[in-house]
């Protein structure tokens, strides 16, 4: 594990939960950053995303609620008028391109979070 997510947590329906991403002892350098989820029985989804150069994107399911942002130390995902459905682990990870034009793709431990009904 090379990145540390934190911020998960237990939330009611509508309300708001924020996770950070750091890089632990470095800054958190990157070249494309992101937020996935998995929820039980499913396969891994992205949920957000952010470039070097700021840009950002976002599934189609958290536009408007969810917001990512990013600093020299950390990323974060502010969470917003939650539901039950994004109840799931979410994962960040950091993508640098190499000096041979390769990739190299860093994941954090992932955080649950959680939203009751």
């Known amino acids: 594990v090379q990145l540390q997510a934190s911020g998960g947590g237990l939330v009611v329906a509508g309300g708001s939960l924020r996770l950070s991403c750091s890089r632990p002892g470095s800054i958190f350098s990157f070249d494309i950053a992101g937020w996935y989820r998995q929820a039980p029985g499913k396969g891994r989804e992205f949920v957000a995303g952010?470039?070097?150069?700021?840009t950002t994107s976002y599934a189609d399911s958290v536009k408007g609620r969810f917001t990512i942002s990013r600093d020299n130390d950390k990323m974060t995902l502010q969470m917003n008028n939650l539901k039950p459905e994004d109840t799931a682990v979410y994962y960040c990870n950091a993508k640098r391109r190499l000096p041979n034009t390769s990739w190299s793709s860093d994941w954090g431990q992932g955080t649950q979070v959680t939203v009751s009904s």
């Open positions: 952010v470039t070097v150069a700021g």
